[in-house]
């Protein structure tokens, strides 16, 4: 079975500054997809940025970005110009594309004003 | 609007007594899912339903029931036989014929034994 890791229970970043969220995924198939999802104090899931694994170009929306490792497995979230409305559990999550999704344990993110 | 909505948002529930927890979408999606998530263990997989009159277990099925008669509803039982289910749980519905396509997430449902 496809597994997520995610190997950082908690990060904090100061406001204003970069931070990186990491995530590690184990598969044996080469067509797949990723995501980003952030759960804020409201326990809204929402989605942040996605990256299907056959494109090499990292996604990008906004102040957030990947970087999309495929050989090593790797899917890391970078967040720039952090804000406060940034704080909270972020999940990644991969799926085959007939598959239902896998979750990792996730990362609560702090910003400090 | 569109979206995913879930009832009730806070749930008490005596040990020994089944409980539904309702799941509806307007978003015309395939599939819905059925998540449990606990404290520092990410979202578990229940159940999950990709057509309707279809359902699949997911990776902790058990204790749990679903049903769905409707495309728009998936409603999701907690059994007596459930061990521990004080939980969060999240409903969610996802397009299936998109391959590129996320889940999107009802705002859950809070359940606790009491």
């Known amino acids: 079975a496809q597994t997520v890791t995610q190997s950082q229970p908690e990060m904090s970043v100061q406001e204003a500054e970069t931070v990186t969220l990491s995530c590690t995924y184990d598969?044996?198939?080469?067509?797949?997809?990723l995501f980003w999802y952030k759960q804020p104090p409201s326990r809204q899931m929402i989605l942040v940025i996605r990256?299907?694994?056959?494109?090499?170009q990292n996604a990008t929306e906004n102040r957030f970005s990947v970087n999309f490792q495929k050989a090593a497995k790797s899917f890391s979230l970078k967040i720039s110009d952090s804000q406060l409305g940034d704080a909270a559990m972020y999940f990644c999550a991969y799926r085959r594309s007939s598959d239902d999704m896998r979750f990792g344990a996730g990362t609560r993110l702090t910003v400090k004003p | 609007d569109g979206g995913i909505t879930q009832s009730p948002k806070y749930l008490f529930r005596k040990e020994g007594q089944n409980v539904t927890l309702s799941c509806e979408q307007n978003?015309?999606?395939?599939?819905m899912y059925w998540y449990r998530q606990d404290p520092g263990q990410g979202l578990r997989l229940i159940y999950y339903?990709?057509?309707?009159?279809?359902?699949q277990k997911g990776d902790i099925a058990e204790g749990y029931s679903v049903s769905r008669e409707k495309k728009e509803s998936f409603p999701l039982t907690v059994t007596s036989a459930q061990k521990n289910p004080t939980a969060f749980y999240l409903c969610a519905s996802m397009e299936w014929t998109g391959r590129y396509n996320e889940q999107f997430f009802g705002p859950g449902t809070r359940l606790t034994v009491l």
């Open positions: 339903s990709q057509i309707v009159n279809d359902f």
């Open positions: 978003l015309n999606h395939d599939a």
């Open positions: 598969t044996s198939e080469s067509d797949y997809y």
């Open positions: 990256q299907e694994a056959y494109k090499q």
